[in-house]
């Protein structure tokens, strides 16, 4: 989605930082605005102290006369965000007696967008898997990259990255046990296998890839990818696979009823026994 709907300000941080209204766009390629208005935008509307924001900008090497320098590059960003909303009577970018705030009323951030349809999926009650499966693909197409593009560098942004990108996983993850219970195996196997190949050790992406294999009659590869997934944790993490990821290959190896299509896979994550 290249723009949010039925907003005036849009702010994108889920692949780059930019803002813009209508055909007023502007992208922020890292910089002390772009820290700032990183820092703000994770802050979700809070207000951020004028220490805080120093130490996102500086880290422990202020400048001197460094609330001078803060206020400069605020009053830039300021005027920044009103060349994008010349008809709004306040600016976005307030002060406050402790610090800075951005006010997000009215506006979309495609952060949020994300976030509140994951959450409604976790939730949907009677809603139909084809629904939910469409609403979470939906959601992911918001990310055309690294939260922030991978700039955050203060330790706001970057803890807000970081709760980002376990929500895209967690997203994803919901995504494949729909599709999977859809019976949709074939579809997802090739981006199943990037993600495990290119994420982190990720046992449930793993053990969605083993499921979709064998019930694309792919056992023996659902095997294999099980023995690289044991071999990669020994030699990054130094652990074992956990019990719920060995009863998925104890599963494959019996032929588990779980593991035929349109069954509960999600039963294979119970203890055995």
Same mark, same amino acid.
């Given at each position: 989605m290249s723009e949010l709907s039925g907003v005036v300000m849009n702010f994108w941080i889920l692949g780059r930082v930019a803002a813009g209204s209508g055909d007023r766009l502007v992208h922020f390629r890292g910089g002390m605005q772009g820290a700032l208005l990183m820092a703000l935008l994770a802050a979700e509307g809070q207000i951020l102290s004028t220490g805080t924001l120093i130490t996102e900008l500086w880290g422990d090497n202020p400048p001197d006369s460094v609330e001078n320098a803060l206020q400069a590059?605020?009053? *830039? =960003? %300021?005027?920044? +965000?009103?060349?994008?909303?010349?008809?709004?009577?306040?600016?976005?970018?307030?002060?406050?007696?402790s610090g800075y705030r951005l006010l997000l009323d009215g506006a979309g951030v495609d952060a949020k967008v994300f976030t509140d349809a994951l959450a409604a999926a976790r939730a949907a009650v009677g809603v139909?898997?084809?629904?939910?499966?469409? *609403? =979470? %693909?939906?959601? +992911?197409?918001?990310?055309?990259?690294?939260?922030?593009?991978?700039?955050?560098?203060?330790?706001t942004a970057e803890a807000a990255a970081v709760r980002l990108e376990e929500s895209r996983i967690a997203a994803l993850e919901l995504l494949f046990d729909v599709e999977l219970k859809l019976g949709c195996h074939t579809d997802i196997v090739p981006e199943l296998t990037a993600l495990v190949r290119v994420e982190a050790p990720n046992e449930r992406l793993c053990e969605q890839l083993m499921v979709a294999l064998y019930r694309c009659g792919r056992q023996s590869e659902a095997l294999n990818v099980y023995q690289w997934m044991r071999n990669r944790m020994a030699e990054e993490l130094g652990i074992d696979p956990s019990p719920m990821l060995r009863n998925h290959e104890r599963a494959i190896l019996a032929h588990d009823r779980e593991l035929r299509i349109r069954e509960d896979h999600l039963l294979l994550r119970q203890p055995v026994g």
């Open positions: 590059h605020v009053s *830039r =960003l %300021r005027r920044k +965000l009103q060349s994008i909303e010349p008809d709004r009577p306040t600016s976005r970018l307030v002060a406050q007696a139909r898997p084809t629904e939910v499966a469409y *609403r =979470l %693909r939906e959601a +992911l197409a918001l990310w055309q990259g690294p939260a922030f593009g991978g700039t955050a560098a203060g330790m």
